[in-house]
Structure formats: structure tokens, C-alpha cells
């Protein structure tokens, strides 16, 4: 008798082991699906993003690329939609190798499409400009941005076509509710900052960037610079000139 009721106990065990396992494995590669579904739709979304932004170009070829800047003809009408969010633009992280679409707007299905703009004037505008994303842990949206470092490119193309290439100057482990980076004062520079969780969700990692700085206004300030340091110098010597003959020519007089 004990031994029969012992039996029983193993085996409802061994049931509601197995069904954990199921459940687990079940979850597991629904969550797989479920994720890659949703990178498949990213980046279809940011070819029709590119296809448009291309379309608009051929129409009537505007576009200019000075420095590390290149415009295209704005998109108009024509805009690009993953499900009911706007696309606004497209980032790339040469670095961790990805590119999704950047949506009009946080909410939590949004966050689980692509990533979102939480704050700020927009894409490529003066100021900065707070774009969420998650951390999957699995390569998908942010979950890599702990791997950047400073130096490290963003690159950020908006509606009008425009690319414009953000360096990383800051990374920084922030409290979940800590928002005051969001306000910061980029000195009418543009800036974004990155937003996503910690992969043990217990902080926010942000990364701050800039644009990178044009190479030919550099170029030019610094050509800029040395001609001023040129002309100091000239105007030095000629200084010193004019103070030699003044006293070689008083010398001559009091000989005389």
C-alpha cells in the first residue's frame, strides 16, 4: 500500500515536471517567434523607409553631402508606418551592426516593434533628443549598447533624408526615474542620448553623443587660427623693427 501511494506521488511529480518543461519551452520559443516577427517587421520598415527616401531623390536630385552631412529631398506626403506609429528616421550602430526605424512615440507595443523617441526637438534637430529602446538581452534593439564606447558612431537619418553622424562622449549607469540628462544644455549642438535597462533591469544605461564636427569648418578654423597666430607674429617683429630704427635714430642724434 505505501509503496502504491509512493508510486502515485513520483508520478504526479514527474506530470507537473514535464509540464513545466513544456510550458518553459513552449514560452521560450514563442518568445523567440514573437521577437524575431518583430525584427522582421523593423526592417521592413526601414526599407520602406529607404525605398521612399530614394523614390524622392530620383524626382528631382537635390541632395548635397558636405562633410558628414548628406541631404536629400524632403519625403512630403510619403511616409513610412510600422503598424499605427510614424517612422521618423532610421538609427544605425556601425558597431553592434544594427539599423531600425525610430517611431513617433513611446508606448509598449511601440517598444516592442522598434525603438521610439521619449523626448526632445526631434531627429537631427538642435538640442537633445531621448530615443528609447529595449534590452532583450539577445542582440535585438538596445541589448548591446553596453558593449559602445566613447568614440563609437550613431548614425541618425531623418524624414528629409538628412544622415547625420553622432559621436559618443558619455556613458553612464542612470536610476530608472533619473531623467534630468533629458534637459541638458547641448550648446546648440545636436545630441541624442540612448535610453535602455541594465540587463539586470535594476538601472538605465544612457550613452550621450554629439554630431560629429565638420572636418572642412575645422580644417578652416584651425587655417583660421594659425593665420591670426601668423599675423600677431608678423605685427610682432614689425613692432620690434620699428622700435630698433627709433632708437638707432635717436642714438644718431645724440651723436650729432
Request: charged content about 30%; glycine content about 6%.
Amino acid at each position: 500500500m505505501f509503496k502504491t501511494r509512493y508510486g502515485n506521488v513520483l508520478t504526479v511529480i514527474l506530470v507537473i515536471v514535464i509540464v513545466l518543461i513544456l510550458g518553459l519551452i513552449g514560452w521560450f520559443v514563442y518568445d523567440t517567434y514573437k521577437q524575431r516577427s518583430a525584427n522582421d517587421k523593423a526592417q521592413a520598415a526601414v526599407s520602406d523607409f529607404k525605398k521612399k527616401i530614394k523614390k524622392n531623390t530620383k524626382q528631382g536630385d537635390d541632395s548635397l553631402d558636405v562633410g558628414n552631412v548628406i541631404t536629400t529631398e524632403k519625403l512630403g506626403n510619403e511616409k513610412t508606418y510600422l503598424e499605427n506609429y510614424e517612422v521618423k528616421g532610421i538609427i544605425e550602430i556601425p558597431k553592434n551592426g544594427i539599423e531600425y526605424p525610430i517611431l513617433s512615440q513611446v508606448t509598449k507595443r511601440s517598444l516592442e516593434l522598434a525603438v521610439a523617441i521619449l523626448w526632445g526637438p526631434g531627429l537631427n534637430e538642435v538640442g537633445n533628443t531621448v530615443i528609447l529602446g529595449h534590452n532583450y538581452r539577445n542582440g535585438l534593439f538596445f541589448s548591446d549598447n553596453d558593449k559602445l564606447s566613447n568614440g563609437d558612431k550613431i548614425l541618425i537619418t531623418d524624414q528629409s533624408g538628412t544622415t547625420i553622424t553622432y559621436i559618443i562622449y558619455k556613458i553612464e549607469e542612470r536610476d530608472p526615474d533619473d531623467s534630468d540628462y533629458m534637459l541638458r544644455d547641448t550648446e546648440d549642438y545636436r545630441e541624442i542620448s540612448l535610453s535602455t535597462c541594465t540587463d539586470d533591469s535594476s538601472a538605465r544605461i544612457v550613452i550621450w553623443a554629439r554630431e560629429e564636427e565638420n572636418k572642412d569648418e575645422s580644417e578652416e578654423n584651425t587655417e583660421s587660427e594659425e593665420t591670426n597666430e601668423n599675423t600677431q607674429s608678423d605685427d610682432s617683429n614689425l613692432t620690434d623693427e620699428t622700435k630698433n630704427n627709433t632708437d638707432e635714430s635717436e642714438e644718431s642724434d645724440d651723436e650729432e
